[in-house]
C-alpha cells in the first residue's frame, strides 16, 4: 500500500461518512445530511467547509418554496479522493 492514497482529510470520522453519503447520490439537501449524521448545523458545516476548500465538496444554495436551501455534492476531485481513500483502507485491511 502506497500512503499517497490514504487521505487524511477525508479520513476524520465526519468527513468519511459525508464523502460515504454523498458518493451515493448526486446532490443531498444539507439537513437531511446532518439528521443523517446526527449533529449539530455548525458541526457539519466545519467539516463541509474543510472539504469545500480542498474542492470535495460543491455547495449550491438556493431558493425553494420561499426559503433558502443548501444542497451538497461531491466534485469530480471529491468522488475520486474518496474512491482512493477507499481502497486505501481496503489495502490496510487485506493487509492485516
Not at 64 to 74: A, D, I, K, P, V
Amino acid at each position: 500500500m502506497t500512503s499517497a492514497n490514504f487521505n487524511p482529510l477525508i479520513h476524520a470520522q465526519y468527513r468519511l461518512q459525508i464523502c460515504a453519503i454523498l458518493a451515493l447520490t448526486s446532490e443531498l439537501e444539507f439537513k437531511v445530511l446532518r439528521d443523517k449524521l446526527k449533529v449539530s448545523d455548525s458541526v457539519l458545516s466545519k467539516h463541509l467547509k474543510s472539504l469545500e476548500e480542498a474542492n470535495y465538496v460543491r455547495l449550491n444554495k438556493r431558493k425553494e418554496m420561499g426559503r433558502q436551501r443548501t444542497w451538497l455534492s461531491l466534485t469530480s476531485e471529491g468522488r475520486s479522493a474518496y474512491s482512493e481513500h477507499v481502497k486505501a483502507l481496503q489495502n490496510i485491511v487485506d493487509n492485516v
